[in-house]
C-alpha cells in the first residue's frame, strides 16, 4: 500500500483566516514533504521533515507554519495568507534509508483557494 | 545547484502509437530519477523510476532510459490508450538530498 492521505480535498478561506492542512501515511515513512503546485507548473517543494524534525525549509514566509506531530501525520497551518497562496497544496512521503530519502509517494492534495 | 529541462511540453499521439518524452539534467552528480503521471485533479503518481547505475528499465508499456554520460533520460510509452493522457513529470535528485528536482512537464494527449 503506497497511500497517503490529505484532508480537506478543498478549502475556501478568507486571509484573515486561520486553518489547517493535513496529511496521514501509515507506510512506516520517516520522511514527509509539503510541496505547493500552481496551475500548469511542477510541484514546489517547501518543507521536509526526517525522523519527525524539519530539515529543510525552501524559504518558505511564515504565514505557513508546518507540524509533525508523529511520524505518520503532518500538518500545515495557514494564517494571513495572501490570495496568490491559491494552489494545489501536496504531501508525500518516502523511506528513509541509512538517513537518506526514497522514493518519494504523493497524496492527492489540498485545492486551497484565498480569497 | 540541479536543473532538468523536458520536451516536448505538448504531446499528441493516436491511440496505439509510441510516445516519447526527454529530460536532461545539469548536475552530474543525480542518481535517481523518478517519472510522475498527474491527471486532472490529482497528485502525481510515481510510474517507474531508474537509479544511476542502470541503463535501461520497463515495466509492462513503460520504459525509461537513462544516458549518463550526455545527462539525459528519456520515458518510452508503447501502445497508448486514451487513459494515458494525462502531464508527466520527470525529475532528478542529486545523491542523498532529500530534494527533487522537476522538470516543467509534459501534456500527453492520446486520442482515438
Known amino acids: 500500500d503506497t497511500e497517503v492521505t490529505q484532508t480537506p480535498k478543498h478549502l475556501v478561506m478568507g486571509m484573515t483566516n486561520k486553518k489547517s492542512l493535513k496529511c496521514e501515511q501509515h507506510?512506516?515513512?520517516?520522511?514527509m514533504y509539503w510541496y505547493k503546485q500552481k496551475a500548469k507548473k511542477p510541484p514546489e517543494l517547501m518543507f521536509v521533515y526526517s525522523y519527525e524534525k524539519l530539515s529543510i525549509n525552501e524559504s518558505v514566509p511564515s504565514r505557513f507554519s508546518p507540524e509533525c506531530p508523529n511520524s505518520s501525520l503532518l500538518n500545515l497551518h495557514l494564517h494571513a495568507l495572501q490570495p496568490e497562496d491559491s494552489a494545489l497544496y501536496l504531501c508525500?512521503?518516502?523511506?528513509?534509508?541509512?538517513?537518506?530519502?526514497?522514493?518519494?509517494?504523493f497524496g492527492p492534495g489540498t485545492r486551497l483557494t484565498v480569497l | 545547484g540541479e536543473n532538468v529541462e523536458q520536451h516536448p511540453s505538448t504531446l499528441s499521439v493516436q491511440e496505439g502509437d509510441s510516445a516519447v518524452i526527454k529530460c536532461t539534467y545539469s548536475?552530474?552528480?543525480?542518481?535517481?530519477f523518478p517519472w510522475y503521471k498527474q491527471e486532472l485533479g490529482k497528485g502525481p503518481q510515481l510510474i517507474i523510476d531508474?537509479?544511476?547505475?542502470?541503463g535501461e528499465k520497463k515495466d509492462q508499456r513503460i520504459a525509461v532510459t537513462l544516458n549518463k554520460t550526455a545527462k539525459h533520460f528519456s520515458l518510452h510509452i508503447t501502445e497508448t490508450q486514451p487513459e494515458d493522457s494525462a502531464v508527466y513529470f520527470c525529475?532528478?535528485?542529486?545523491?542523498?538530498?532529500?530534494?527533487?528536482?522537476f522538470g516543467t512537464g509534459t501534456r500527453l494527449q492520446v486520442t482515438l
Open positions: 507506510m512506516g515513512h520517516r520522511a
Open positions: 531508474i537509479r544511476s547505475n542502470v
Open positions: 525529475a532528478a535528485r542529486t545523491g542523498t538530498a532529500s530534494k527533487l528536482t
Open positions: 508525500a512521503s518516502s523511506h528513509l534509508t541509512s538517513g537518506n530519502a526514497d522514493t518519494q509517494y
Open positions: 548536475d552530474s552528480a543525480s542518481n535517481y
